[in-house]
């Protein structure tokens, strides 16, 4: 079994530490690279575990800590699965609601047994910055694109998300709740495995 009293979290984003810390609970302390370093490195992969493995070395780099990355987005049905790996990228950077805007608007007219989407985690974690077998799990989940925004809770596409097995979007579950049933939930799920945590 391999054991983590601390790990740095190779990610800025607030709302992926909360609910990572909430699933592994107080056994592994997830420190954030944000106390180490404001510099995020550039997203230069193709592939959602690409990315993650970049960011988690760059991490245990900075840090010298063992690194957890969290790479993920929302794959539509209709755009061919984008935004994908961009989809923190696709509105050019401004933010979540211009990326959720841009969304409603690329689906617009598209009816509803149409608007078929994933999200998608890939977790990386890297003993040391140059770690030959980085553990990678992956989690998905299936959904669909709503027409307006509904809901307060999460970040990111939250909102525009609809979750069949609730029957509400994302953003209106209650976070214990999203925690889960989320593609992060289910990666998080298998890494604890994997690590002997379950
Ligand atoms: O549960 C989620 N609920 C809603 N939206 C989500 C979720 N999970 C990922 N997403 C969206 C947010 C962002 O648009 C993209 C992730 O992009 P991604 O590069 O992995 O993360 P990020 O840039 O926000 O932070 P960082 O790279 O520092 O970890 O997918
Ligand atoms: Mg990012």
Redesign the pocket.
């Known amino acids: 079994m391999m054991t983590f009293q601390q790990l740095v979290l190779a ?3 607030a709302g ?1 530490l909360k609910e990572l810390q909430a699933m592994l609970g107080d056994t592994v302390q997830l420190r954030s690279i944000g106390e180490f370093s404001s510099v ?1 490195p550039e ?1 230069t992969g193709l592939s959602f575990v690409e990315n993650a493995i970049l ?1 988690a070395r760059n991490a245990a780099r900075i840090s010298g800590l063992p690194a957890l990355a ?5 794959a539509v049905d209709f755009l061919g699965g984008a935004p994908g790996i961009y ?2 990228r696709y509105a050019d950077g401004k933010g979540d609601a211009a ?1 959720n805007a841009k969304l409603l608007e690329a689906l617009k007219d598209v009816p509803s047994e149409e608007r078929g989407a994933q ?1 998608v ?1 890939v977790l990386a974690l890297v003993r040391h910055a140059d770690d030959p077998l980085p553990i990678l799990c992956e989690g998905l989940w299936h959904g669909r694109i709503l027409t307006q925004a509904s809901g307060e809770h ?5 909102p525009l998300f609809w979750v069949p097995e609730r029957n509400v979007s ?1 953003a209106e579950l209650a976070p214990a709740d999203k925690n889960l049933i ?1 593609h ?1 939930a289910r990666a998080m799920s298998l890494l604890r495995q994997r690590l002997g945590l379950a």
């Open positions: 990610s800025h984003n992926k995020e997203e960011k969290d790479d993920s987005g929302l989809s923190a990326n999200f985690c999460g970040f990111g596409y939250d994302s989320s992060r």
